[in-house]
């Protein structure tokens, strides 16, 4: 089975410091990670995902996110936050086993930015 | 493109009572999926679809029935609604190729009372 831990319901950061979101996962054989973003009311949007290559993913909106093989972890992170980028954030995960293309999602992380 | 749309936004419906939520993409993505979002459990999988004609069963199968009958249509069937299945529903689409991303609906919000 595989699985997602967002370990962390809500981070707090003040507008211009850097962000992490933190996400770790469980799965069997080679991972493929996504990180989605949903604002209120509205449907999940992809940010950025890891496949193979290069650990370190740059995506959208400045975001970016560091594969660490040995401690299954695909943390989110900005160098610079800003108030528009408070929303809640998911970490998913899939095998890369042709057979099954389900995505495990975590159960999210409200990230809030002040001003 | 209109990407992946969903109808209704919004239906309330009494317990026993069955309907159909509709899902649609102009993408051409083999894969189709339903999810339901529960505060603080993220999204699971309902019912997934790799292609016309296929579908098969996700994490919370149980009340909802689907097909696919086209590409483009993947509507999910709520057989007779229970107040546990209150919820916001999402479908989502990718292409079958290693590694492709989901797309989103906007979601359909549904109370049952």
């Keep these: 089975a595989q699985s997602v831990a967002q370990p962390e319901d809500q981070v707090n950061v003040a507008e211009g410091n850097p962000l992490t979101v933190k996400c770790t996962y469980s799965v069997s054989g080679n991972p493929y990670l996504f990180w989605y973003v949903q604002y209120p009311n509205r449907g999940l949007q992809f940010l950025l995902k890891y496949i193979t290559g290069d650990n370190l993913v740059k995506g959208s909106y400045g975001f970016e996110a560091e594969f660490n093989k040995s401690q299954t972890s695909f943390h989110l992170k900005k160098p610079s936050a800003l108030v528009s980028d408070s929303a809640l954030y998911f970490c998913a995960v899939r095998t890369a086993d042709m057979g099954r293309r389900a995505l495990t999602f975590g159960s999210g992380t409200r990230l809030q930015v002040q001003p | ?113």
């Design chain 2, 1 to 113: 493109n209109a990407g992946v749309t969903q109808t209704p936004k919004f239906q309330v419906l009494k317990t026993g009572q069955s309907m159909t939520l509709q899902c649609a993409q102009d993408m051409n993505h083999e894969y189709m999926s339903w999810y339901r979002q529960d505060p603080g459990m993220g999204l699971r999988l309902i019912h997934y679809s790799v292609g016309a004609g296929i579908t098969d069963q996700g994490e919370v199968p149980n009340g909802y029935n689907v097909s696919r009958s086209t590409t483009e249509d993947f509507p999910l069937r709520l057989l007779s609604a229970a107040p546990s299945q209150t919820s916001v529903y999402f479908c989502a689409s990718s292409y079958y190729r290693d590694g492709g991303e989901q797309y989103f609906g906007p979601g359909t919000r549904l109370t049952v009372t």
